[in-house]
């Protein structure tokens, strides 16, 4: 009996620096049936090249990353989905951990890491370790395809959020399940700059999120999380990433509210 097929949707613009490491942890995945489309977005690197010499199947859609995503669903056939961005390496066995989770509802979530160069990379990967299984912060990205359809896929009008509330959506906002098996970022090398102005960029979105969730929405996007608050005696053993840590939000916050401010989607 051949094992139902997995379709692995990755989403690109000009991504080529991280895209070949992504891609290869896709197909080096234990779980034999795996289907996989990149979705490009108008690239003008290596990005297409790169994606053609691992998918199989390569389009482009636009204008944002959820029309990407559903459209890579559209354009692929398997039974369950797994939603990757092309900044991430997937420990080999995720899809298997995912399969082996979802029989208990229609949608699974997968721990997140992250690694990277320099101070800011240090403290992002710190901040992260904190979330590992927290209901509030992670978001599905492994969905049963009949669940996805049902759910109308992700929210096109929402330029943030989007993730949260798909998974909100499908699993009737209970807490999602979690995969035993990691998912590692490449943040490159960040500058305190770079993550405020990447926090300012989505939050046009969220107000949008905000208004669509009401109070489950707004716990999502309180800065201040539980997590981090509950395990301050892991900060005292780390205070220079502490410090950090807390430079670094301050700074996403600062980009976070002006955004928000700046916001015409109300």
């Known amino acids: ?49 790169i994606a053609h010499a691992f998918a199989d199947r390569v389009i482009d859609a636009g204008p944002e990353r959820s029309a990407q995503r559903n459209a890579g669903v559209a354009a692929s056939s398997g039974e ?19 399969l082996a989770r979802i029989g208990e509802g229609d949608a699974v979530a997968i721990p997140e890491d992250s690694f990277g160069a320099g101070f800011w990379a240090r403290c992002k990967r710190f901040e992260r ?14 969905f049963r395809r009949s669940a996805f359809l049902a759910a109308g896929g992700y929210d096109e009008s929402l330029l ?14 209970r807490p999602p399940l979690f995969a035993n098996a990691f998912i590692h970022h490449d943040e490159g090398h960040p500058r305190l700059g770079m993550l405020a102005r990447k926090k300012f960029y989505y939050a046009r979105g969220y107000r949008r999120f905000a208004r669509k969730h009401g109070w489950e929405g707004v716990r999502r996007l309180t800065p201040v999380r539980a997590a981090l608050v509950s395990r301050v005696g892991e900060m005292a053993r780390h205070p220079v990433l502490a410090i950090g840590l807390t430079i670094m939000k301050t700074a996403e916050v600062a980009g976070f509210l002006v955004g928000l401010a700046m916001a015409r989607d109300a």
């Open 1 to 49: 009996m051949i094992a139902p097929a997995a379709s692995v949707i990755v989403t690109t613009r000009n991504s080529a620096r991280t895209l070949a490491a992504c891609l290869r942890s896709i197909r080096e995945q234990t779980y034999p049936q795996i289907e996989l489309v990149v979705v490009d977005n108008a690239s003008t690197d290596d990005t297409v090249a």
């Open 80 to 98: 369950y989905l797994l939603i990757v961005d092309s900044d991430m390496v997937l420990d080999r066995d995720v899809v298997e951990a995912c």
């Open 129 to 142: 370790d904190f979330y590992h299984g927290d209901p509030i912060v992670s978001a599905a990205r492994f």
């Open 160 to 173: 943030g959020g989007e993730d949260w509330d798909l998974s909100m959506r499908v699993r009737a906002s």
